[in-house]
């Protein structure tokens, strides 16, 4: 049975790792500089990029809010199952590729 994607937690995940700094510092700016990387050099994947994001961005972020709003001992695949960290990973792409389009963007890594 498929569980209905709970967009306000999402919404909310999206916005505690943008406005985390160590999560910035230690998780945007390097997975977002490699995807760049491979994006220069015509290797870019969407559903790798999204995998990566997920994997490297969404999946500790989504530990430290855990530890942070709700309890330490919340298991990270029943607040927020997969699809739904697959889909934060998704936005993020989306606005880091709307980031790579629109060049006068203000935003540093997005």
């Known amino acids: 049975m498929e569980t209905e ?18 999560i910035y510092h230690k998780n945007i700016v390097p997975v977002l500089r490699m995807i760049s990387k491979h994006y ?8 790798e990029a999204v995998k990566a994001i997920e994997r490297y961005i969404v999946q500790p972020a989504c530990k430290k809010y855990l530890s942070e709003c709700f309890s330490p001992t919340a298991q990270m ?5 997969k699809n739904l960290r697959e889909y934060v990973a998704s936005e993020l792409f989306d606005k880091w590729q709307e980031g790579l389009e629109n060049k ?7």
């Open 40 to 47: 220069d050099k015509g290797r870019g994947d969407k559903q």
């Open 5 to 22: 994607l709970d967009t306000v937690l999402a919404y909310d995940i999206e916005l505690f790792l943008e406005n985390d700094s160590e």
């Open 104 to 110: 006068n963007s203000t935003d540093r890594y997005w």
């Open 77 to 81: 695949r029943y607040v927020t199952p």
